[in-house]
């Protein structure tokens, strides 16, 4: 199955966007800016949207406008319109489970107590849907995850973030025609 709808998770305003939970939003300006999208921000979407052609497949970006925990409005507001399945849908976000600077492609799974994802699924009402989890690090005790998420990364972490990125987008043509296994394969072993 293709998909059809890429989704960058963040928080909307300049206090958020240098932040670690914004780097779903950086994929998704990154991406957007390799194939020259024009995002248009649509209110009934509660997000800005935009669409492009990836290897002949046409498929949409989405950066929601809602802060993180009601991401699943905006998500949902677009799979209902254009009828989208939820695993024609990628989530790209942040995961502190995963190394600083690693980037990991699944389908399904729970949400590991992130707030946008708890979200999706409950809007969606599964959790059958792609995700492209960005590593983050995690801060060594719960109690620090909030101050970590929602601060600036180092000028090393940022980079290996970004670097990240480059790999999942360096794959995402094989992820948006419907190749996950071949697309997996390459993301998890670089």
Request: aromatic share 6%.
């Amino acid at each position: 199955m293709t998909i059809k709808l890429i989704v960058g998770l963040g928080n909307p305003g300049s206090d958020y966007e240098k932040t670690r939970h914004n780097a779903g939003v950086w994929l998704i300006e990154e991406l957007g800016r390799q194939y020259q999208a024009a995002f248009k921000s649509e209110k009934h979407f509660h997000g800005s949207l935009s669409s492009i052609q990836v290897n002949g497949c046409s498929c949409h970006l989405l950066i929601p406008s809602t802060f993180m925990n009601h991401s699943g409005r905006s998500v949902q507001a677009v799979a209902h319109f254009y009828h989208y399945k939820p695993e024609e849908i990628l989530v790209a976000h942040d995961e502190l489970d995963l190394p600083v600077g690693s980037s990991k492609l699944k389908l399904g799974g729970g949400h590991g107590g992130h707030n946008g994802l708890r979200d999706i699924i409950q809007h969606l009402g599964t959790q059958q849907f792609w995700r492209i989890r960005l590593g983050i690090s995690h801060p060594g005790h719960r109690d620090h995850v909030l101050d970590y998420v929602l601060g600036t990364p180092s000028r090393a972490d940022k980079a290996a973030i970004l670097a990240a990125i480059d790999n999942a987008l360096l794959v995402l043509p094989k992820v948006v025609a419907g190749e996950t296994q071949a697309a997996m394969n390459m993301l998890h072993t670089n």
